[in-house]
């Protein structure tokens, strides 16, 4: 099989596998945090109520109201399914960085690498279902931070996983 890179890449490929790890760890913290964050916003319907000042944290962390429903993933956490999985779709790639990557050898990695893309799918359809779009709602800027941590944890990934097996054939000879 050919090599991927050149030998005169080996400097650059010893500084992008911790780098790659270190923007993998930041997107899966943000992910986790991004549970906390507004989803979507879904109209009550019928008459409004005239618009009033909000604060800050009103604006960034805004609560159900008369005329505004907003949801939240927090609020789906419980000991029920519903909630099992809405915990797994926010806190997988934490767990995936902080503790499985030290313990797999390279037996396991294509079963992992495979296992990540298919959680990194069902976490923004995880979000898509949690921020009720098929209802109508508009989502937020939590749903699509959540969407863009996941997506950059995944591509991060994929490049990782090119880059790591380079750089596991050049050490080995």
Same mark, same amino acid.
């Given at each position: ?6 030998? +005169? /890449?080996?400097?650059?490929? #010893?500084r992008l596998i911790p780098m790659l790890h270190k #923007? ?15 989803? +979507?916003?879904?109209? &009550?319907?019928?008459?409004? +109520?005239?618009? =009033? ?17 907003? &949801? ?12 099992? #999985? ?10 995936? =960085?902080?503790? =499985?990557?030290?313990?797999?050898? +390279? ?37 699509y931070i959540g969407v863009f941590a996941a997506g950059?944890?995944? /591509? ?17 000879v």
């Amino acid at each position: 099989m050919p090599p991927f890179f050149t030998a +005169s /890449c080996r400097p650059i490929l #010893v500084r992008l596998i911790p780098m790659l790890h270190k #923007v993998r760890l930041i997107a899966a913290i943000v992910l986790a945090c991004a549970i906390f964050l507004p989803l +979507s916003e879904c109209s &009550q319907g019928g008459t409004h +109520s005239p618009p =009033v000042s909000k604060s800050i944290s009103q604006q960034l962390f805004p609560q159900t109201n008369a005329d505004t429903t907003y &949801q939240y993933a927090y609020r789906w956490l419980s000991f029920t399914w519903f909630g099992a #999985v809405t915990a797994l779709a926010f806190t997988w790639p934490l767990v995936l =960085v902080l503790f =499985v990557r030290r313990c797999i050898g +390279s037996r396991w990695r294509w079963f992992f690498q495979v296992l990540e893309l298919l959680l990194c799918a069902g976490t923004i359809y995880w979000l898509y279902i949690l921020a009720l779009r098929g209802f109508g709602a508009t989502w937020l800027y939590g749903a699509y931070i959540g969407v863009f941590a996941a997506g950059i944890f995944t /591509c991060a990934g994929v490049v990782w996983w090119f880059v790591g097996r380079q750089h596991a054939a050049e050490e080995e000879v």
